[in-house]
């Protein structure tokens, strides 16, 4: 291996014969002339470790809870009943513990400053990498002016943009959101566990809502599953019977699927995580937990509460209503039930949603572009961080695609934005499948060099074969997103098709052509490099051990703080 820029790894046997682990040291080398792609050493370059392990659980579940689930539900069951929302919901949530639990292992054994863009040209192939990074970070820098007109939309609740311009908001909070993430980490942490915590309280309190509407509490009327009976579970989509059903069914799945994106924002905060090893793995096993309880629980309890054939309910999802309260069937089912003002709560509550997204995806694009430059596949400006630990350059210039908001200000300029909308979120779940395909090669490589489950400081539950399964069902699902188009109306669906699709060749293109561009090749699992590197991660870990081990001694734990980790912290 080249002797320049590398941490070196020494290995020596232990002469005991049988029994004995291989023993590994690390040679220490001057960490400030030494640059390591996708971890950063240097004080220029390096992140600030300052996320904490709630932070990290509360961001991860803050980035599964959005206004998919408050918003977008409606339409699923409005088009395909009670019964599908509740099976694709289920399904899918599985299938993300175990995109989230392949990431974890990667994560775990290596907290790279470069996250799964990183993973992904170490392990798998430096072309994935940069197609990878750059199809995420298009995709965030998209994503986030689109949270801004949602914001707008929102407040069009209470004042109409005829009476107040949308300029006015958009710029609003794009200052904000700019501001949270240049004040560093241990601020943008804090501020997001707050937001994430407020997020858990208002799912917790519209879950409990529900249940009592559903139980006959708010109105006298106990519903149960009479609307799983009549108007039925299923609802026929496109075409008639079974058929028709099991295409409703399959179009809650695409739903489901796009209402998931953004759990695996977890993999981003790994280079600023303290003691990601624990940390990471603990938030992933918790994902599992917090989706069955606020996604599948929430879901089951709306369709027992809100009819499919509701007149209430197709007004919600009427493009008049699209953005705000009106369009969640949660205050379908508030108003179903007579109850008054609850819906402007509700509305305060999703405007707060939308401003926690638009707040992590300009983190998720600024630290995207940093891991881009980290990994070499992008100018080596972007990876340069101020006094705080911000990487300032590839957060200003992620910033500056929140402009593109005011696009949406001109009607003749909101469609072609809507389009790229479209077509950027077919990179999502792109994202999940080139996770899936670099622990793969991770765990291949992992057997080849005799990496053992008892030295991995977290291993995915199903392993490699749990990967195989998720990667064929993301497969299947980026395959079939817009299938309305090929058994529906073509002339009246093909934009749709377009911009559905063209992300997936876009993707391909840019792994083949940087292939081409750079001839590089994908690693063999004999070759995986699983180490260089990590004794610096080591070292750290062993520092931040050492420092809570003294604070304990100091200042012993409260009952609180043990009654609080042992029993609520999951939830919180």
Excluded at 56 to 80: D, P, R, S, V, Y
Excluded at 293 to 302: E, H, K, Q, R, T
Aim: hydrophobic share 45%.
């Amino acid at each position: 291996m080249d002797n320049h820029g590398v941490v070196h790894r020494s290995m020596s046997s232990s002469p005991s014969g049988s029994g004995d682990k291989e023993k590994m040291t690390y040679s220490d080398v001057e960490l400030e002339n030494t640059h390591i792609r996708g971890i950063e050493t240097s004080v220029e370059t390096s992140l600030h470790r300052g996320l904490k392990a709630r932070h990290i659980t509360m961001i991860a579940i803050g980035g599964a809870i959005g206004t998919g689930l408050i918003l977008g539900t409606g339409k699923a069951l409005a088009q395909a009943g009670p019964g599908s929302i509740f099976i694709s919901y289920s399904i899918v949530g599985f299938l993300v513990y175990l995109v989230m639990a392949a990431l974890g292992e990667m994560a775990a054994w290596l907290p790279m400053s470069a996250g799964f863009t990183g993973y992904a040209s170490r392990f798998c192939d430096p072309s994935l990498g940069f197609a990878l990074g750059w199809t995420y970070w298009i995709k965030y820098i998209i994503v986030t002016p689109n949270q801004l007109t949602a914001a707008t939309l929102v407040i069009s609740f209470w004042l109409p943009r005829e009476r107040v311009n949308p300029g006015v908001w958009i710029t609003i909070f794009l200052v904000l959101i700019f501001c949270i993430n240049y004040f560093g980490i241990r601020f943008f942490g804090e501020f997001e566990f707050w937001l994430s915590s407020f997020k858990v309280v208002v799912i917790v309190g519209v879950i409990l809502l529900s249940l009592i509407i559903a139980a006959g509490g708010a109105d006298g009327d106990a519903r149960g599953f009479r609307y799983w009976h009549d108007p039925g579970a299923f609802r026929p989509y496109i075409a008639t019977g079974s058929w028709g059903e099991f295409l409703g069914f399959w179009s809650t799945m695409v739903t489901a699927t796009f209402a998931y994106l953004g759990t695996e924002l977890v993999g981003v905060t790994v280079g600023e995580a303290q003691n990601p090893r624990k940390t990471i793995p603990r938030a992933i096993r918790l994902t599992f937990y917090r989706i069955v309880f606020f996604y599948v629980i929430s879901i089951f309890l709306i369709g027992m509460c809100v009819p499919w054939n509701s007149n209430e309910l197709a007004f919600a999802n009427s493009s008049a209503n699209n953005g705000n309260a009106n369009a969640s069937p949660f205050v379908v089912a508030i108003r179903l039930a007579h109850i008054p003002v609850l819906d402007h709560i509700l509305n305060a509550c999703i405007l707060l949603f939308v401003f926690s997204a638009a707040n992590s995806d300009l983190y998720i694009a600024s630290r995207t572009l940093y891991g881009l430059s980290s990994d070499g596949a992008a100018p080596s400006i972007f990876r340069k961080t101020n006094k705080n630990g911000v990487p300032l350059y590839s957060l200003l210039a992620s910033a500056a695609f929140g402009l593109l908001a005011y696009l949406n200000v001109s009607d003749d300029s909101k469609a072609v934005f809507t389009y790229f909308v479209n077509l950027t979120t077919i990179f999502g779940l792109m994202t999940w499948i080139s996770i899936l395909v670099t622990h793969i090669y991770f765990v291949r490589g992992r057997r080849a060099q005799g990496l053992s489950d008892d030295a991995m400081p977290f291993v995915a539950p199903l392993g490699i074969y749990g990967s195989y399964g998720a990667l064929a069902m993301c497969c299947l699902i980026a395959l079939t997103k817009n299938y309305d188009v090929f058994v529906g109306n073509w002339s009246a669906n093909y934009p749709t098709f377009i911009t559905g699709y063209l992300g997936i060749p876009v993707y391909l293109v840019l792994i083949f052509g940087h292939k081409l561009w750079t001839k590089s090749k994908g690693v063999r699992p004999h070759e995986t490099d699983f180490y260089t590197g990590k004794d610096i991660i080591d070292r750290e870990e062993e520092e931040f051990l050492a420092a809570k081990a003294a604070e304990r001694a100091a200042a012993p734990e409260k009952k609180g703080s043990m009654f609080y980790r042992k029993f609520v912290s999951w939830l919180f």
